[in-house]
């Protein structure tokens, strides 16, 4: 009966693809990308869409896995408190208003884009780390001095991989949100695939909204995809079982 | 720097119908994703595979970046007529509102801990009371929280959907960045932010409120 069921799915599953297929050649969606024109200028708006997400990615982990480490060590300790406040606080506020303030602080273009996306994606990462490091049993970390580990040891060794699942979820959020609101910096005049989008729903040119859509969708699933195979490798093996074990239940 | 206060001033009456619009939207989506969501979280609860595919298909909404969605939203919707306006809006704010209500509710009514539902069980419930009396009560805080997260992205979210025609303090944003008009910009990006800070405390509040006595902590109840 299940196999049964499990094979009728699969045939499901084809036949949807198949009609979705059809659907999208009767409005004209591969011929949007038969056009020469169409298609090379639709390449570089996805270039530029990329570079927004992956200049303001790279800059928003370095800062704000950096940030999250020097306000849990010793000295930055005190601020720890108010970096988390401030994140917090930070997540509630929508992101087409930072992208409107920033605007109006800086002007429009690409570098106003990069730093918008920067301050947003810089949230979910600095709050995951501050709050990974934290919740480290402070029992590991008397163990590893007691081993006698260096400072910086204990950092790379034991704070770093223990923190690594709920850094790694910050990434993930991060690179999600980054991805949807890099499409929105066509707005402020940073090109990207927000364009092909906002002159779909101007001019109602169904298959040019959804050239510019689906990549958006698919890009943001499958960096989520990957992000969780990602972190396969880079969480420990011992940390594992546990960790697949809380998020279960 | 503080020109938008006058901008405020100024256009105060049709800000407040913006602000009304934009909080329609994100009532009425949030009403009907409460109506869809926190029954599903409750029926989820006994069949753990169920559980796993609903939420992982209403994390798959979640990750769809809100342009895109909205834009996915009106090649459905305008055959129907629907293309533009407050119907995708709602229609996609619907759809993001699953996750947080849904895992909210799931994880809160199974991590009740046994030995309450044993003892609820010792004195005689039936099952529809034992759901309605205890577990439910003792989810609730957890569920407002979920209410809460999902109302919160409502406005951030609400604030782009003025794009697809649905109105809202968007528009400021909009028309303000056309004209260059950057008092209109600040004053619509203020005025969306303070209004999720807003609802933020205020969901709190409510949370607070409807903790039951019995499960607060010695810090809350010191608050109360």
């Known amino acids: ?23 999208l050649s009767q409005i004209g969606f591969f011929e949007f990308f038969m056009d020469p024109w169409e298609r090379e200028d639709y390449i570089i708006k996805l270039y530029e869409h990329f570079e927004l997400v992956l200049y303001s990615m790279s800059l928003a982990i370095i800062t704000g896995v950096g940030c999250g480490i020097l306000f849990s060590r010793e000295r930055f300790k005190r601020f720890a408190p ?3 406040y401030i994140a917090g606080l930070g997540q509630t506020i929508p992101t087409l208003a930072i992208l409107a303030l920033s605007m109006s602080l800086f002007g429009i273009g690409k570098t106003t884009a990069i730093f918008t996306l920067f301050v947003i994606s ?23 001095e007691g081993l006698g580990l260096r400072k910086r040891d204990i950092l790379l060794k034991i704070e770093l991989p223990n923190a690594m699942p709920i850094i790694i979820t910050g990434i993930r959020v991060a690179f999600v949100i980054n991805i949807g609101t890099a499409a929105l910096g066509y707005l402020i005049g940073a090109g990207g695939l927000g364009e092909v989008i906002f002159t779909g729903i101007q001019v109602q040119e169904t298959n040019r909204l959804l050239a510019g859509c689906l990549p958006v969708i698919f890009s943001a699933l499958f960096i989520d995809y990957l992000l969780d195979i990602l972190s396969l490798v880079l969480i420990p093996k011992g940390l594992q079982l546990q960790h697949s074990s809380t998020e279960g239940t | ?17 913006l602000t009304g619009e934009h909080l329609t939207i994100v009532f009425i989506s949030l009403f009907i994703a409460i109506l869809i969501g926190i029954p599903a979280g409750i029926l989820i609860t006994n069949n753990e595979k169920a559980a796993k595919k609903v939420i992982s298909l209403a994390n798959i909404f979640m990750t769809m970046p809100s342009i895109a969605l909205f834009g996915l939203m009106m090649p459905i919707l305008s055959p129907l007529g629907y293309g533009l306006g407050m119907v995708p809006a709602v229609s996609a704010l619907v759809l993001y509102n699953q996750l947080p209500i849904i895992r909210n509710t799931y994880v809160a009514l199974k991590n009740i801990p046994r030995p309450i539902l044993h003892a609820g069980r010792g004195i005689g419930l039936s099952n529809t009371s034992l759901l309605l009396q205890l577990k439910i009560p003792l989810a609730l805080p957890y569920i407002i929280s979920g209410i809460r997260n999902a109302a ?30 950057y008092d209109m910009v600040i004053a619509g990006g203020v005025l969306v932010s303070l209004l999720a800070i807003l609802m933020d405390l205020v969901l709190n509040y409510v949370e607070k409120k409807m903790t039951p006595e019995g499960i607060r902590t010695q810090k809350q109840k010191r608050g109360a």
């Open chain 1, 1 to 23: 009966m299940n196999m049964a069921f499990k094979k009728f799915l699969g045939v499901f599953y084809g036949l949807l693809l198949i009609a979705v297929g059809y659907l």
């Open chain 1, 122 to 144: 810089i949230i979910p990462i600095l709050r995951n780390t501050l709050v990974g490091l934290k919740e480290i049993s402070p029992s590991l970390i008397d163990a590893a």
């Open chain 2, 1 to 17: 720097m503080f020109g938008f206060v006058d901008y405020i001033v100024k256009n105060f009456s049709e800000i407040l119908i």
């Open chain 1, 82 to 84: 108010y970096a988390e």
């Open chain 2, 152 to 181: 919160v992205m409502n406005i951030g979210i609400a604030s782009i959907a003025c794009y697809i025609g649905a109105g809202g303090l968007g528009v400021l944003i909009q028309q303000g960045i056309n004209r260059l008009n």
